[in-house]
């Protein structure tokens, strides 16, 4: 890879071979993990980013101790400021992308606010991922 100049790096390669990537298969109406026998549906490849990307987004960032600080999103931030709409809008779509593309397995993501009534954001969000596309409402 070509560097524009010498004295900033260039992109940082993700790794050459990530593991096949395994989680928690998600209830995305309930917003619970899928049980089968008293034990954790596990699912792997796409289904299991789009898991982790749906929680991800669900989760408030630095809220927990026990996360990681890369680990969840912004979207708290927006309540009770004085932003426009579409100010609003605009940068709630950015916190749930830096939220994803922050794991390796997703490459891509474009956020799109579908609407925003009162205290309830709708957002669509299609990722680009090691294992294909897929689409996730939110």
Do not use: H
Not at 14 to 22: D, G, N
Not at 82 to 111: F, G, H
């Amino acid at each position: 890879m070509r560097q524009l100049f010498p004295f900033f790096p260039g992109e940082t390669a993700r790794p050459a071979a990530l593991p096949l990537y395994r989680d928690v298969a998600m209830d995305y109406e309930l917003g619970i993990p899928r049980f089968s026998g008293g034990e954790p549906v596990v699912v792997t490849g796409l289904e299991a980013v789009k898991s982790w990307a749906w929680r991800a987004v669900k989760t408030a960032r630095y809220r927990f101790s026990y996360n990681s600080w890369d680990y969840g999103c912004e979207l708290e931030r927006l309540i009770g400021q004085p932003y426009r709409a579409e100010t609003r809008r605009s940068e709630a779509a950015r916190y749930v992308e830096e939220a994803l593309t922050v794991c390796p397995y997703i490459t891509a993501a474009t956020a799109t606010v579908e609407g925003l009534v009162g205290s309830t954001l709708r957002i669509s969000v299609t990722m680009s991922t090691v294992y294909g596309k897929t689409d996730l409402s939110i």
